[in-house]
């Protein structure tokens, strides 16, 4: 069901449909020999100028969401990226880290596709669902996104930054469609996150602090 990063775009085979807010695109398309629909979200990476404090876009560099429905109704949500260079063979393991503001960084595991060398995705299952949806809780609030993709022996490292201006408005449509609409975490459980979240960040400054001796 997962497709790779490569698409062939074809208007007879086709149909597309694309919309922009701010920073955040969406995209999408029902494959006409398959019935198979995906709709995507995404971002370029950037930086701030040191000169004129202007946003400067990386087209080659990109971070985003997707959803795969398949005609029998089967669904697949991935978090997807794009850096410039090669990174590791086509599916290899790669590590992605996201760090939103001042939020503690969200650890997941992922997988460049079958023929690409610099692309790549995180499947959303059962085994890292709560930590996606506490990053996607995370995106919808904050202003800047850290993202980190490197290989498994981290010989290869790429960093970029994500505005998250419009993040909420344009990724509504792909977490929907694959009924990744909200979070089903319980009251309870966001409670508990929240403390330990706050217990992170006290335990990080002591560390600091006891480092800052030596």
């Given at each position: 069901m997962?497709?790779?990063?490569?698409?062939?775009?074809?208007?007879t085979?086709?149909?597309?449909?694309?919309?922009?807010?701010?920073?955040?695109y969406?995209?999408s398309?029902?494959?006409?020999?398959?019935?198979?629909?995906?709709?995507?979200?995404?971002?370029?990476?950037?930086y701030?100028?040191?000169?004129?404090?202007?946003?400067v876009t990386?087209?080659?560099?990109?971070?985003?969401?997707r959803?795969?429905?398949?005609?029998?109704?089967?669904?697949?949500?991935?978090?997807?990226?794009?850096v410039?260079?090669?990174?590791?063979?086509?599916?290899s393991?790669?590590?992605?880290?996201?760090?939103?503001?001042?939020e503690?960084?969200?650890?997941?595991?992922g997988?460049?596709?079958?023929?690409s060398y610099?692309?790549?995705?995180?499947p959303?299952?059962?085994?890292?669902?709560?930590?996606?949806?506490?990053?996607?809780?995370?995106?919808?609030?904050?202003?800047?996104?850290?993202v980190?993709?490197?290989?498994?022996?981290?010989?290869?490292?790429?960093?970029?930054?994500?505005?998250?201006?419009?993040?909420?408005?344009?990724?509504?449509?792909?977490?929907?469609?694959?009924?990744?609409?909200?979070?089903?975490l319980?009251?309870?459980?966001?409670?508990?996150?929240?403390?330990?979240?706050?217990?992170?960040?006290?335990?990080?400054?002591?560390?600091a602090?006891?480092?800052?001796?030596?």
């Amino acid at each position: 069901m997962l497709k790779s990063a490569l698409i062939v775009t074809i208007a007879t085979m086709i149909s597309l449909n694309c919309y922009a807010d701010e920073t955040w695109y969406t995209l999408s398309k029902t494959d006409e020999f398959t019935g198979e629909k995906t709709t995507s979200t995404y971002a370029y990476a950037g930086y701030e100028s040191y000169l004129d404090k202007e946003w400067v876009t990386s087209y080659d560099t990109k971070f985003g969401l997707r959803c795969d429905v398949s005609t029998n109704g089967d669904q697949m949500l991935i978090l997807t990226f794009s850096v410039p260079s090669a990174i590791a063979t086509p599916s290899s393991a790669v590590d992605m880290m996201v760090k939103v503001d001042e939020e503690q960084p969200v650890s997941l595991v992922g997988s460049l596709y079958t023929n690409s060398y610099d692309s790549g995705y995180v499947p959303i299952k059962s085994g890292n669902k709560v930590a996606v949806e506490r990053l996607i809780d995370q995106l919808k609030k904050g202003r800047l996104a850290l993202v980190r993709v490197s290989n498994e022996r981290r010989s290869e490292i790429v960093d970029m930054k994500i505005r998250l201006a419009g993040f909420t408005k344009e990724t509504s449509n792909t977490l929907s469609a694959c009924g990744f609409g909200g979070s089903t975490l319980s009251d309870e459980d966001k409670e508990k996150l929240r403390v330990i979240d706050a217990e992170i960040k006290r335990l990080t400054a002591e560390k600091a602090k006891i480092l800052g001796k030596v």
